[in-house]
């Protein structure tokens, strides 16, 4: 039996009772029959309880426990704090108040309660990281400006396409990420659902990342968590993310191009690892020097196409006559494309042989 069918069963008898005894009573005030009177309100408030009962009981209560499931425990640190100075300031408040005349002296160190216990509770809340700053560096010693909302020192949300990945592990034992890594359980969910696929490429994909997981757990640099927080609602496993990123006020890490945009529109801060990946590849500039190797043909005629050790594509001029070999170029052009970065080059034997016939 489900705790609303109870709430409603409880909220019809004693609606009922309730009604009951009032028809009797305006019965008797009418003067005329009370049993119809007495008949007519209980049905009344039989019908009333088990309607209403639960919008009154458990639904506030459920959805009460919904929002706080997803407040940090920074956050509701911060609101506990807000409201207890909140009713203390109204506690000296209240005395002048109820000095004033009736019915203001009977009214006002209520409202006064209620309005500072709000205050209060807003106010902390929206400081929640200066506080929790300065309490750190109370107690720490540390100094320096309080750290901001975009701290590295905060938890970031795993998204199943970069656990899967496997890069994050090697960023996570590299000390990079500060905060904790949060695995929501509806993630951890799909990737068991992808390592139980009956399509062999999907069921090894998921078992790597449960091995990625695994990985990061035994890893003492950066905690990893598995939350059992949830969005209700919503059962797109992106859509749960963005929300709850937003609940958490924290970021998701993740290399999904759709992800990354939708997120990015919602006003969620994104680390995505195939940015970071461009962002640390060497940088070449034009007349540098290089070694690589030509493996393949290129689009154009004549070109050869070699990668550098990240991955970086290499297209050379007159590379053609190269395959299979590694031989030094030299750095002509430099393209950034969605892809990532390109270098154009040419041998450097062909530019020797250029000079000598000038």
Known sequence: MSTE?????????VMGVGGFYLGVTLGNMANGMPELWAGVFTLMGILTGLVITPYISTRPIRAIRRRVAVLSAQT????????????????LVSFPFSLLPEPFGQLLPFFGAVVFGYLGVSLFIMRQNDLMSFIRNRFTGASGEPQSADSSNRQVLLDTSVIIDGRI??????????????VPSFVLNELQHIADSSDNLRRQRGRRGLDILNRLRKDTRVPLRITDLDVEGVRNVDDKLVILAKQLRCPIITNDFN?????????????????????????????????????????????????????????????????????PVIVTKVLQTAAGRMIFAKPEAERKRRRRKE
């Open 259 to 327: 992800l990354n945009r939708v997120a990015e529109l919602q006003g969620v801060t994104v680390l995505n690892i195939n940015e970071l990946a461009n962002a640390v590849k060497a940088v070449f500039l034009p007349g540098e020097n290089l070694e690589v190797q030509v493996i393949q043909e290129g689009k154009e005629e004549g070109q050869g196409v070699g990668y550098l050790d990240d991955g970086t594509m290499v297209v050379v001029e007159s590379g053609k006559d190269y395959l299979d070999q590694t031989l």
């Open 5 to 13: 069918l109870i709430a409603r069963l409880v909220g019809m008898v």
């Open 76 to 91: 509701m640190v911060a609101g506990l704090a807000g409201l207890v100075v909140g009713l203390m300031i109204a506690a």
């Open 169 to 182: 592990a090697d960023i996570g034992h590299s000390g990079f990420i500060g905060g904790p890594m949060l």
